[in-house]
């Protein structure tokens, strides 16, 4: 089992930056694939970046320049550098950590960009 919790949401002004972070508990955290997932209101849960095991990057194309998502191994955590915010941004940011088999998901942290 797996927990997940988020951290360093918030509210920013447009064009401004936050940095997400989500520790994973338990041992089995090297072996995990990463990603962030955000969902706005009244939409579906869509994918922003995933990270694998070995460091490879993939982000979703509206995130692409402005976000970065990292790992640190030793500290169980994987973040996820936000900049050039805009309101279109506005979400609930959630962790997800999976391999084949299964699937975990944190509690969700809520980012606005308004001014």
């Known amino acids: 089992q797996v927990q997940l919790v988020e951290s360093g949401g918030g509210l920013v002004q447009p064009g401004g930056s936050l940095r997400l972070s989500c520790a994973a508990s338990?041992?089995?955290?090297?072996?995990?694939?990463m990603a962030w997932y955000r969902q706005a209101p009244g939409k579906e849960r869509d994918l922003v970046a995933t990270?694998?095991?070995?460091?490879?990057?993939y982000y979703a194309d509206a995130m692409k320049g402005r976000f970065t998502i990292s790992r640190d191994n030793d500290k169980n955590t994987v973040y996820l550098q936000m900049d050039s915010l805009q309101p279109e941004d506005t979400a609930v940011y959630y962790c997800?950590?999976?391999?084949?088999?299964?699937?975990?998901w944190g509690q969700g942290t809520q980012v606005t960009v308004s001014s």
């Open positions: 990270i694998t095991q070995g460091g490879s990057t």
């Open positions: 997800d950590a999976h391999t084949p088999l299964v699937r975990y």
């Open positions: 338990g041992s089995i955290f090297k072996s995990l694939r």
